[in-house]
């Protein structure tokens, strides 16, 4: 199945050979890897840059290292989980620049606004109303309001991400909204006129949504991310 790989990028080859064969099926869900040995005769590599490799594998999700007499290296199943995994591993890290993940939020929430448009259902528009109203209960309260706000605006962009029905888009922004708050926490002031903005955004965006204006949707909601940002930026400016 594989063949020996160039010695200056020894295990950069073996996990591309590999994943190249679970991408393509040639490796299929559950399966297991050769032995070692035979492993590491296929490649022409020493057992440590084997082990290497598996390691970059395993840290991909891509196989599971499972000890014992009936251990081995085990194909697990691509799916969009590993990829939430990931991302929420470099923003609950702020590995991710805040110019980063707001481009990447901007494109996402943007498409999901405008999907949200077409697709909303009666009952889509009645738990958006409901939650906007919740939202603007927790803006009455000021400062002590603040966190629960903050989880009803998650609450929101989550119920827009499902009304779309796209499922990439929904299992990644669970993963961004379940650990940005390290972001908000360390960037963004708590005052009064910037849950009332925020408040207006999401009212807005609900509003254009109902009325199934996509391109508008798409456009409050991009703006929303865009000046979020920017008062997070303004934080750790010089």
Excluded: C
């Excluded at 296929?42 to 082990?51: D, E, K």
């Excluded at 603040?146 to 993963?175: C, P, Y």
């Amino acid at each position: 199945m594989f063949k020996a790989v160039k010695q200056n990028r020894a295990y950069q080859d073996v996990v591309e050979q590999i994943q190249e064969a679970i991408i393509s099926g040639s490796l299929k869900p559950g399966s297991q890897l050769p032995a070692e040995r035979e492993l590491k005769e296929q490649f022409g590599i020493s057992r440590g840059t084997l082990r290497e490799a598996l390691r970059v594998l395993e840290q991909k999700g891509l196989i599971e290292i499972r000890t014992g007499v009936s251990g081995g290296s085990i194909i697990r199943e691509v799916n969009s989980e590993q990829l939430s995994e990931n991302l929420g591993f470099l923003i609950r890290n702020r590995t991710v620049s805040l110019h980063d993940l707001a481009e990447f939020r901007e494109a996402m929430e943007g498409s999901v606004a405008a999907l949200a448009a077409q697709r909303a259902g009666e009952e889509d528009l009645a738990l958006l109303g409901k939650l906007v109203t919740e939202a603007e209960g927790y803006l009455k309260e000021g400062r002590k309001g603040w966190d629960n706000f903050i989880r009803t605006d998650e609450k929101v962009h989550m119920a827009l991400a499902r009304i779309s029905g796209n499922q990439l888009f929904i299992s990644v922004l669970e993963s961004v909204y379940f650990n940005i708050h390290t972001y908000y926490e360390n960037y963004l002031s708590r005052d009064k006129q910037l849950l009332q903005e925020n408040f207006n955004d999401l009212r807005e965006i609900v509003g254009a949504v109902a009325t199934g204006n996509a391109e508008n949707a798409r456009e409050l909601a991009q703006g929303h991310v865009r000046r979020f940002n920017e008062y997070m930026e303004k934080r750790i400016s010089p």
